[in-house]
């Protein structure tokens, strides 16, 4: 069992940049890949960013390919969000996911334990 905790959300003016974190607990963190995802309201929830166990490779969301970098610390058991350039369609509420697959990428349904959100608002 995984538990992920979300923070590092707020409101951010366009142009502007935040971190979101993931804290988590429980197994060996550094045997699982981990995602992050967002939904905005009345849409589905989409990929954002993902990266393997140890970070070597990362896979992003053409909307903010460029814009935002996925990094992790398996010493801290912390995985982080850079968001850079932030756009008013960036906003939604963001989850972290984990993965016991090496590599899920942007597929959902393989990422096994999920966090609650933090919420990102990007004003225009």
């Known amino acids: 069992q995984v538990q992920l905790v979300e923070s590092g959300g707020g409101l951010v003016q366009a142009g502007g940049s935040l971190r979101l974190s993931c804290a988590a607990s429980?197994?060996?963190?550094?045997?699982?890949?981990v995602g992050w995802f967002r939904q905005a309201p009345g849409k589905e929830r989409e990929f954002v960013a993902a990266?393997?166990?140890?970070?070597?490779?990362?896979g992003y969301a053409d909307s903010v390919k460029g814009r935002f970098t996925i990094s992790r610390d398996n010493a801290k058991n912390m995985v982080y969000l850079q968001m850079n350039s932030l756009k008013p369609e960036d906003t939604a509420l963001y989850y972290c996911?984990?993965?016991?697959?090496?590599?899920?990428?942007?597929?959902?349904?393989?990422?096994?334990?999920w966090g609650q959100g933090t919420q990102v608002t990007v004003s225009s």
């Open positions: 996911a984990a993965s016991e697959i090496y590599y899920p990428e942007r597929l959902q349904r393989l990422y096994r334990y």
């Open positions: 990266g393997t166990r140890n970070g070597g490779t990362t």
């Open positions: 429980g197994r060996t963190f550094s045997n699982y890949a």
